[in-house]
């Protein structure tokens, strides 16, 4: 054990972060070395070191000049003897100490910790209470419970003063923590979280709104709102309530009202009159409280069946709105035909609560399996209520997949059919997009809202004229593609002969010896954010693993980070890059279209030196089936290449670029293939789309 029994401690993964190194290489150090630090703690399966050990290690070893600060103060948060939400909460604190009064931080650097530790509770409750008032989530850590964390604020302050200020260096530590426990919290990314805030709070709106999330976890929908006047949030788990009030804190000059609790059980704000509600409710919950809140006064468009959860939450929502206030709430699909949420939907329709109800694509919110639904719904005033509702279908936009979201394409399709519903009570018919219906025709003994059955379909990929212009783009690509086929005669027949007498290809030299004496550069992807508050259109593509499987240009889209987070992997004209795990013998030259893409998980970059490698030559090459098969290693579920085993023949630089010139030929070749399977494809579809929907005589 060592000295300190609360001492932070780190996993293989965190000490391949530390080292910028992969975790194979932590593993390997492990075997290697009998002086690598034993561990002290964790499972046999997922063991945990210390961090003092392994920075030492790692130093001696050359490995390590110094342990990045930003890691520091994370491996302090992680090792905490109260465990990482305490120690967030105790480092948010003092964040917002030195955010919001900064001149109260100094005098406190200058003392040893213990008093540091005495000074601090009466100047962060002053703070805390100012920012988040008396009945604040976040209680004021006494003396002794900061005495284990001053180190830590003091490490966070420093932070702070050089990654962008204290929200900055609150979101980096926030999102590591959720990051290592993804499976206690369900989160509302960034692009339908700006969606659900421009449908409640239209950008450019008169005055400043009052807007309130019932189970905010971290705050994400609140902090999309632009220019809030007042904020009002609830969570029932404690930890969360806290972490997420002092991320709003310190995010917004706002008010910020944030409590615990459970809002459908013990409703915090029951008499606030908001101007907008955003929510992401907990869906399919059968302990929600059926029973002991039967004769709520919430339930005015109906008592919610036990397996209705998401309709209790849709009518709290609409209890606390001011009459003609909206609530933009994150829906299961199934919430929208469920027998047993027939009556509450019908009412919610025939009074004029809900709005519009918007099919986003799978992949938007977890669970990333199903394409959610956004309901817009607003409490009724004094006005008539509306005799239509708005459908809208965004599914087409993610057809790709998750990582290839275009959530600038969804975010306008949505608002370009609500703005004109919101302004005048229908908006012009979308085929396959949107239409407004009349509720009446909606009332049926189903009441079914989901969008894809009520709406028109898309036009048969545009008729029967653009019908022909794929039909000609395919014949002049089937023309080119022959053009492009390798000919009978430059192909090598097998042919039995003697064995040679001398050796029948020159040496080989594999990946690693090459890194080794700098010919090229390894890289593995996957790290790496962009700034959370620049727009989705500004942060750099990813290429991912499927785009380089199926030969197409980046789709990814980097996660959101802190300013001053990890740097990612950016591709450069000439980079060769390769899957790792069963996919195949690929390997893909990066070109000028997409140079600049960040590198995605599951994928390595070498990166040729063009005075010593081709990257034709070693991109062929490493494409070769036999090359593949030596260097890969199975699992049960994959088989996974280890990138330095592949080996390449030592050839002059000439002789290399003989060889790749004939790889890009064959690269050209399969282009013109896979773009042929593509036109061919939607030819066939559309001309089953046509003839099954009559736009085509048969």
Known sequence: MPENANAAEVTAAEIARLAGVGRAAVSNWRRRHADFPKPVGGSETSPSFALADVERWLRA??????????????????????????????????????????????????????????????????????????????????????????????????????????????????????????????LTPPGPAALMAALAVPPGRAGRPTVLDPACGTGALLRAVEAPAALYAQEADPDLAALGALHLALHTGAEVHARAGDALRADAHPHLAADAVLCHPPFNERNWGHEELAYDPRWEYGFPARTESELAWVQHALARLRPGGTAVLLMPPAAASRRSGRRIRADLLRRGALRAVVALPAGAAPPYGIPLHLWVLRRPGAAAPSPELLLVDTSAHGAAGRDRLDWQAVHTAVLDAWT??????????????????????????????????????????????????????????????????????????????????????????????????????????????????????????????QDVLAGRGPGGALPEGPAGGEEPVLLRTGDVVVPVLGGGPVARVVDEATAGAALGRGLHLLRPDPAALDPWFLAGFLRGTANQRQASSYASTATRLDVRRLQLPRLPLAEQRRYGERFRALDDFEQALRQVGRLGERLVRGMYDGLTDGTLEA
């Open 61 to 186: 070893q050359g490995k390590l000049a110094e342990v990045p600060l930003r890691e520091r103060v994370w491996q302090q948060v992680s090792g905490h003897p109260e465990g990482a939400a305490t120690a967030l909460v105790h480092a948010g604190c003092a964040l917002l100490l030195v955010h919001e009064r900064p001149a109260l931080w100094p005098a406190g650097t200058r003392v040893p910790d213990d008093h540091l530790a005495g000074l601090l509770p009466p100047v962060l409750d002053g703070v805390l209470t100012a920012r988040l008032g008396s009945r604040r989530p976040v209680a004021t850590p006494t003396a002794e419970a900061l005495a284990p964390s001053v180190p830590l604020l003091r490490a966070a302050v420093e932070l702070a003063a050089g990654s962008g200020g204290a929200p900055a260096a609150f979101a980096f530590l926030l999102a590591r923590h959720l990051d290592a426990n993804p499976r206690q919290f369900t």
């Open 420 to 545: 004109p519903f919101d302004r005048h009570g229908t908006a012009p018919e979308r085929p396959g997009t949107s239409r407004s219906l009349p509720v009446i025709d909606l009332l049926d003994d189903d009441v079914d809202l989901a969008p894809a059955r009520h709406l028109p379909p898309p036009a048969a990929s545009g008729g029967a004229a653009e019908l022909a212009t794929v039909a000609d783009r395919l014949a002049a690509q089937l023309r080119r593609t022959a053009e492009l086929t390798p000919p009978p005669g430059r192909i090598t027949r097998a042919v039995p002969a003697p064995a040679p007498a001398g050796p029948a290809r020159p040496p080989g030299v594999t990946v690693g010896e090459l890194a080794r004496t700098g010919a090229l550069r390894l890289h593995a992807g996957g790290a790496g954010t962009a700034p959370g508050h620049g727009p989705a259109a500004s942060r750099p593509r990813v290429l991912t693993e």
